[in-house]
Each structure stands twice: as structure tokens, then as C-alpha cells.
């Protein structure tokens, strides 16, 4: 009495005509995708756990390795600007530990 | 009996009728809404300081240049630029602004909520501008602001991309004067804005928020469009409407539209008064450091153009003629001519332009090019649009990294 299921060739067919007619009639459907897992890491350093608790909350690791290196004022800069201006909930204390590992990981010389 | 079984493997909470059930199953099936993991660990290398890239395949979307993971950011390799004028789906470039952005659209319940300063607010379904409105076409260039920011000098923080922020694609849907007119403006409407269905993880970092003066936004070519290349838009790229601006810049294409509002004023919110903004003079321009410098909101598109055929440290064959190819675009006056140079600039041809996809859309081009054994060649390329604007032989400087535009070169070798 338990039949089986539709086969998963037989449901991704039968999705595929039935999707044609629902497109040409206008009606969008429902899309949902799973995005790939990031693989960007908050590489190793010198305040990595303040930064990476800090920072993931909003963004991957990859906006900091995709930077140009920047000076000690500019990192500081943009630590501000994620607090000031994203509202980025970085305790003040926390600044300090966390321009210092965007400068060891991506810092230009002064 | 089997249905059920399926449909809650597939999608738990939903009451689902036979046609949801299906896509659901197609999902599973292995429809291409899965994006395959970037564990391959395919890269790129762009043309600036940390400009190593993964190669990443996301839902929808072909391979494609990882610039971030979350928000995601996928930049359109350049060789894409040369199979044609129109930019397919799957390669077409994404940028997010806000990590809370929906992973999964019920198209069918999606409303856009048009109200502030309206007679008659409304609330408009998908169908409801298929079936209500008159559908229009354009083709379009969408090209971020800072596309090309990576190649800022001085460098600029941000988001590093290289040419690839850009796409042109035949753009569907309904003129947005006919939503505010359907809603009837008020007297009084200053700016008309726009939100999408993407919303910030932190209650206090500002919602993605975009504004157009009202003459703008009832522009005969300004569209929510609802299909892209003839297909619906893929989810990343704002699935299942967003606003098209020919000839302006990405950042006011909002993604997922929810909301249309007509305001009083001109907008303050921080993606209008803060972010976004060049530098208010001619060349939109100002020198690293210098301060006080009066700024207002991005607009229109500058006039590029780009090689396509050829990238930069290529080897060519010596003794026979090639045809060098590529595109050129501006902010909407269209491509009066594009100029080909084999020698860096010091002499120009003038390149045959191919079809002509309306002023808002990349233009092909083509040029011949005899390279001769043993010699190395710089190739260079310059568009002028129809009320004369060209590209820039000195690159522009802003904090942003918006606009850039200048004439760029394509060493290759001859053997």
C-alpha cells in the first residue's frame, strides 16, 4: 500500500513542463535558494576572536581580505564607520583588539 | 498519499497546492537553485593589490568571481562581455547590501505596496502588472557605481571589483508613471522611493532605501520590470521584480521592490544623503584629501567602452588579420562612434558598430587589427555618445570609487 514516491527524475521532469505554462501565464511561483557556505575565515592574529565576534554578525571574512591594505586610520576608520554609521553593536573597548587584527591581516606599512 | 510524503520533505510548513509541490520537488530534483560549494577552490588573480578571487557557482548563476559571501557579491568575468551585446541571467553580476535578504520569494503572494503621497494606495501583485498595465521593454545597461573600484589610485576601501560590475540585459515589465498614476500623485511630491524586500541584521544599520526626484521617476523608460532576457529575474538578482533606471547607475535599481512611496521632500535617508554621492562639478573628481568638497547623489552613467576579445597580456598570431571586438555603453544618449587604437593612443581607426540595441544597451563593436611577428601592441578603445561625452584619458579620483571611466589599454604580444 506504501507506494513509492515519485522518482526524482520523474518529479524534476514533471516540474519542468509544469513550469512552462505557469511562466507563460504570468504567475512567478515560489523560488528558494541555498546559498553556498562561506569559506572565507578569519584567518589566525593577534585579537582574531574580538574581531570575528564582532564582524560575522554582519558580514564574511572576505571584506576584509578584499581591501587594498589600508593604514592604522583608515581600519580605524572603517571600525568607526560600522559602529557610527551601521550600528554595528562593537562594545568601544573592543575597537582597539579590533583595528589591530584588521592591521595585522591586511595593513599597510606607515 | 505520495504527494503529501514529498511536499514535507520539500517544504514543511507549506499548505502547498500540486504546482507548489512540484516546484519544490524540482528543487530537490536538481533544478539549478542549488549552488554548488566554492570548495573546488577555483581562482582568479584581478590586476590589483589582494586581488585574488574563488570562483564561486551560486543558485541561478553559471561560475562566477566571488568578490564577498555575505552579503554576496559575484562579479561577471569579462570574456562574458564578448559572447554577445545582451548579458545571459546565469552570468550576470550581484550585489547585496544587507545580509538579511530573503533566500526564498513566494512570487504569487509578493505585493508592492505603493502609498505616501497618493490618492489611492495600492497593493499590486505580480499578475497585477501583467494583466493591468501595459508591458514595455528595455534594454539596459546595469552597472554599479564603483564597478571598477579596484583600480582606484590611490585605492579605495570597498567593494573590490574589477570591470565586471555590469551587465546589459532586455528588461520587461511596466512603466513606473503608470503605477503613480493608477495611485494618482498628490500636489506637494517632491521624490519618489523605493524599498526592497532586503532588510538589515541589525536593527540599526539603515534599510536599503533609494529615491528619484518625481520627473525622473516618470520617465517614459523608467520600469519595475518583472522579466530579464525574457525569463523572471534570478533571486539574486532581485527575483521577482526590481526597478530598471536606463542610464543611471545599479544603486537605484532596487532588488525584491516591496515598496513605491511618493514623499514630500527630498529624501535623507542614509543611502540617499550619505552613501552614494560624487563629488558636485563637472567631473564628478577631487583630489585625494581635500576636504569640504560639495557632493550630490549619483546619477547617470559615464561613457565606457572595453575590449573583449582580447585580455590584458594575450598572445596573438602573427601574419593574419584579426578583428579585435567589444562593447561600449553611456548614460543613455547612445554610442555615437567608437575609436580603435593599436599603437596606445597615438593613432586612431574608427571601429564598425554592431546592432544597435537602443541607447541604453551595450553596443558591439569591431575593429581590424594586422599584428606583426615579435611586436608587443597596446590596444586601446574610446567611445563617444551621441551629445559628444567621452571617456577619460586621465582616470578620475573620488573617495567612493564611483564613475570610473577612463580609456583603458590591453597590452598583447605577437609570435
Not at chain 2, 110 to 126: A, N, T, Y
Amino acid at each position: 500500500m506504501e507506494k513509492p514516491i515519485l522518482r526524482p527524475w520523474l518529479a524534476g521532469l514533471i516540474a519542468l513542463v509544469v513550469s512552462l505554462p505557469a511562466a507563460a501565464a504570468g504567475t512567478p511561483g515560489t523560488v528558494t535558494v541555498k546559498l553556498p557556505d562561506e569559506t572565507a575565515r578569519f584567518k589566525p592574529g593577534p585579537g582574531v576572536e574580538t574581531a570575528a565576534r564582532n564582524c560575522t554578525l554582519c558580514h564574511s571574512a572576505d571584506y576584509i581580505y578584499m581591501q587594498p591594505p589600508l593604514s592604522r586610520a583608515q581600519w580605524q576608520g572603517e571600525v568607526t564607520k560600522m559602529r557610527k554609521v551601521y550600528g554595528a553593536p562593537i562594545e568601544e573597548r573592543d575597537t582597539d583588539a579590533i583595528v589591530g587584527y584588521l592591521l595585522s591581516q591586511n595593513g599597510k606599512p606607515e | 498519499m505520495t504527494r503529501e510524503k514529498t511536499s514535507q520533505q520539500a517544504e514543511p510548513s507549506s499548505a502547498g497546492g500540486r504546482r507548489r509541490f512540484l516546484q519544490a520537488a524540482g528543487a530537490l530534483g536538481g533544478l539549478a537553485l542549488l549552488g554548488r560549494s566554492a570548495a573546488a577552490e577555483k581562482s582568479v588573480e584581478l590586476p590589483m593589490a589582494n586581488g585574488g578571487r574563488q570562483l564561486a557557482t551560486y543558485p541561478q548563476k553559471r561560475e562566477l568571481i566571488l568578490m564577498t559571501a555575505r552579503p554576496v557579491q559575484l562579479e561577471t568575468p569579462m570574456e562574458v562581455f564578448n559572447t554577445g551585446a545582451f548579458t545571459p541571467n546565469d552570468a550576470f553580476f550581484v550585489r547585496w547590501h544587507l545580509s538579511g535578504m530573503p533566500l526564498s520569494i513566494d512570487g504569487d503572494a509578493f505585493r508592492i505596496k505603493v502609498g505616501g503621497l497618493v490618492r489611492q494606495p495600492l497593493e499590486l501583485s505580480i499578475a497585477d502588472l501583467r494583466n493591468n498595465f501595459e508591458a514595455v521593454e528595455v534594454a539596459a545597461v546595469c552597472q554599479c557605481s564603483g564597478n571598477s573600484r579596484g583600480f582606484f589610485n590611490p585605492r579605495v576601501a570597498g567593494g573590490e571589483w574589477g570591470n565586471g560590475a555590469m551587465g546589459n540585459a532586455l528588461w520587461r515589465g511596466v512603466r513606473l508613471r503608470d503605477i503613480l498614476d493608477k495611485a494618482g500623485v498628490s500636489p506637494g511630491a517632491v521624490q519618489v522611493r523605493f524599498n526592497g524586500a532586503d532588510n538589515p541584521v541589525v536593527p540599526a544599520t539603515p534599510d536599503f532605501i533609494k529615491a528619484l526626484d518625481l520627473d525622473v521617476a516618470r520617465r517614459d523608460e523608467v520600469i519595475v520590470a518583472y522579466a530579464m532576457n525574457g525569463e523572471a529575474l534570478p533571486l539574486l538578482n532581485g527575483f521577482p521584480v526590481r526597478l530598471v533606471v536606463p542610464g543611471w547607475y545599479a544603486t537605484y535599481w532596487v532588488k525584491m521592490l516591496d515598496s513605491i512611496e511618493v514623499i514630500d521632500r527630498e529624501d535623507d535617508n542614509f543611502w540617499m544623503k550619505t552613501a552614494y554621492r560624487i563629488p558636485k562639478n563637472d567631473c564628478a573628481c577631487m583630489q585625494p584629501g581635500e576636504q569640504g568638497v560639495k557632493t550630490v547623489p549619483i546619477n547617470r552613467l559615464t561613457v565606457r567602452s572595453f575590449i573583449t576579445s582580447l585580455a590584458d597580456g594575450a598572445r596573438v598570431r602573427a601574419g593574419r588579420p584579426l578583428e579585435v571586438k567589444g562593447i561600449a555603453f553611456d548614460g543613455g544618449y547612445g554610442i555615437a562612434r567608437v575609436l580603435f587604437s593599436s599603437d596606445g593612443g597615438g593613432t586612431w581607426s574608427q571601429a564598425e558598430l554592431g546592432k544597435d540595441h537602443g541607447k541604453y544597451a551595450f553596443r558591439e563593436w569591431r575593429a581590424p587589427f594586422a599584428p606583426k611577428a615579435g611586436r608587443s601592441y597596446r590596444l586601446t578603445c574610446l567611445a563617444v555618445n551621441n551629445i559628444g561625452e567621452s571617456q577619460r584619458f586621465e582616470p578620475r579620483w573620488n573617495p567612493a570609487g564611483y564613475m570610473r571611466n577612463v580609456v583603458e589599454t590591453v597590452r598583447v604580444t605577437a609570435a
